[in-house]
C-alpha cells in the first residue's frame, strides 16, 4: 500500500486521471454516439460486431423467448434460492421510501400539493465481459419495480456467438423486464437514449460501466436523465487496535477484483498499517491522530463503501457526512451491501457522495406541482406579485394577473 498524508491534494494523489485518456475517450464516444443517431440500429449491429465480434441482424438483438427458456437450464437452483433472499430484502428495504402524492389547503383558501409519479421507460445497462454483473440486474430494477417504472429494458454486450449470459438473462426474465437487449458499451447507451426501430428510446438510464459507458451517459444526459457518472468501486475502511487486521485485509483486498478498484485505510494504530501493508499489495493508507480525524479524511474522500472497524462505530457514524454506504462493525463487510443486504450497489464513486446518493425510489419518480387559487386569494396576493413583476420589467404578466380584474 501507498502511504500518503492528510493534505489538501490528497484527492489528487487518489483519484487523479490523465487527462489525454479521458479526452481521446470522449472524442471516441463522440464519434460513437453521432454513429448511432444518424444511423440507429445499422450502427448498433455494426459496433456490435466490432467490440464483441459476434454477428447479428436485426431479429437476433432482441433476446428471444427460446434464449431465455435455454437459460435456466443453465443456472443451478441454488442460485435461484440466493436470489429470492437478495430480492426480499432489497424489496423491503425499498418500500420503506415509498412517496405518495398529496394535497393541502391554507386558511386563506389556497390549495396546493404534489403529484408523485413515476417515470415511463426506463434503461438499464449491465456489463458483460469476464465476469457478469449479475447482481447489478436486480440491483437496477428492483427499486425501480417499487417506484412503480412499467417498461423496463436491458442492455448487456453478447459474447462472441451473440449470447447472454444465462445468469443475466434469467434474472431478467425472473423480474419481468420487458426487453433484453444484445448491445453493449457506449453503443448501448446511445441506443437507449435516442430510440431505435428496435430499441425504445428511455427516459432515464441507470446501471454500471467502464470509462465509456460512463462517458456516453454524460453525454447523453439530457436527452434522457441518468443515474450518476460512476468511476471505479472503492472502499474506504476506518479501523484500529480494535480492529481484527485479517477482516481489514480481506476487505481491502476484495476490490481488487473490480477494475481499477480502489482500497483505503485510515487508521490510528502503527501496528495494524504495518501489518496491512505487508499483506496488501496496492491501494493507500492514512495515518491519523485520532478517530474524530478519521472521520474528517472520510468525509473529504467521500467514498463509495465506508467500513468502521472500530470498538464505538455509532460514535464514529455521528461525525460522518459524506457516504455512499456506510457499513457499521466488524460483521458488516461491504460484500453483503454488494449482493444481498437490502440497498441497492448502485453508489456514488470518486468523491461524488459529497452531492450524490446511491440508486433509490426517488431516481425514478418526478413531481408536478399543484397551484389552485381562487379569485379572492388571488386577489390578496395581487399588489405583491405586482411589485416583483414589475422591478423584473415584466410587464406582461402583470397584464396577465391584471386580466383576472377587469
Not at 415511463?120 to 427499486?143: I, Q
Not at 468511476?231 to 476490490?255: C, R, T
Not at 494504530?269 to 496496492?282: H, P, T
Not at 461525525?319 to 437490502?342: E, L, Q, R, T, W
Request: glycine share 8%.
Amino acid at each position: 500500500m501507498r502511504a500518503i498524508r492528510f493534505s489538501g491534494n490528497m484527492l489528487e494523489k487518489i483519484y487523479g486521471r490523465i487527462s489525454t485518456r479521458k479526452i481521446r475517450i470522449k472524442k471516441t464516444v463522440e464519434k460513437i454516439l453521432q454513429d448511432v443517431y444518424l444511423h440507429r440500429d445499422e450502427a448498433l449491429l455494426g459496433y456490435t460486431k466490432k467490440f464483441d465480434g459476434a454477428t447479428l441482424n436485426l431479429r437476433q438483438i432482441q433476446a428471444g423467448e427460446a434464449e431465455t427458456n435455454a437459460a435456466y437450464q443453465n443456472i443451478d437452483a441454488e442460485f435461484i434460492s440466493s436470489l429470492k433472499i437478495a430480492i426480499n430484502n432489497i424489496t423491503g428495504f425499498y418500500k420503506k421510501q415509498v412517496k405518495k402524492s398529496w394535497k393541502t389547503k391554507r386558511e386563506d383558501g389556497v390549495v396546493f400539493g404534489e403529484i408523485i409519479r413515476p417515470i415511463e421507460k426506463l434503461g438499464v445497462y449491465v456489463p458483460g465481459g469476464t465476469a457478469p454483473l449479475v447482481s447489478s440486474v436486480y440491483m437496477s430494477v428492483l427499486p425501480a419495480k417499487v417506484a412503480g417504472v412499467d417498461e423496463i429494458y436491458l442492455c448487456t454486450p453478447p459474447n462472441k456467438q451473440g449470447e447472454i449470459n444465462p445468469y443475466i438473462l434469467a434474472v431478467a426474465n425472473m423480474l419481468e423486464v420487458n426487453a433484453v437487449f444484445k448491445i453493449g458499451g457506449a453503443q448501448a447507451i446511445a441506443g437507449m437514449a435516442f430510440g431505435t426501430k428496435i430499441v425504445p428510446k428511455v427516459d432515464k438510464i441507470v446501471g454500471p460501466g467502464n470509462e465509456y459507458v460512463t462517458e456516453a451517459k454524460r453525454q447523453v444526459f439530457g436527452y434522457c436523465d441518468i443515474d450518476m457518472l460512476a468511476g471505479p468501486s472503492e472502499v474506504v475502511v476506518i479501523a484500529n487496535n480494535f480492529a481484527n487486521p485479517d477482516y481489514v485485509i480481506a476487505d481491502l483486498q476484495a476490490q481488487s477484483e473490480h477494475s481499477m478498484g480502489i482500497s483505503i485505510l485510515i487508521t490510528t494504530s502503527k501496528k495494524l498499517a504495518r501489518i496491512v501493508r505487508k499483506k496488501v499489495d496496492s491501494g493507500y493508507l492514512i495515518m491519523v491522530k485520532n478517530l474524530e480525524q478519521a472521520a474528517v479524511v472520510a468525509n473529504k474522500i467521500a467514498p463509495e463503501h465506508l467500513e468502521l472497524i472500530v470498538k464505538q462505530p455509532n460514535k464514529v457514524l455521528k461525525n460522518i457526512k459524506n457516504a455512499g454506504a456506510v457499513f457499521i462493525g466488524p460483521h458488516s463487510p461491504v460484500v453483503i451491501g454488494d449482493y444481498i443486504a437490502g440497498p441497492s450497489h448502485v453508489l456514488p464513486t470518486s468523491g461524488t457522495a459529497r452531492f450524490f446518493s446511491g440508486l433509490g425510489v426517488d431516481s425514478f419518480l418526478k413531481s408536478t406541482h399543484l397551484i389552485d387559487y381562487s379569485k379572492k386569494a388571488l386577489e390578496r396576493v395581487k399588489p405583491a406579485v405586482e411589485k416583483i413583476a414589475e422591478i423584473e420589467g415584466m410587464k406582461k404578466h402583470i397584464d396577465s394577473l391584471k386580466a383576472r380584474f377587469v
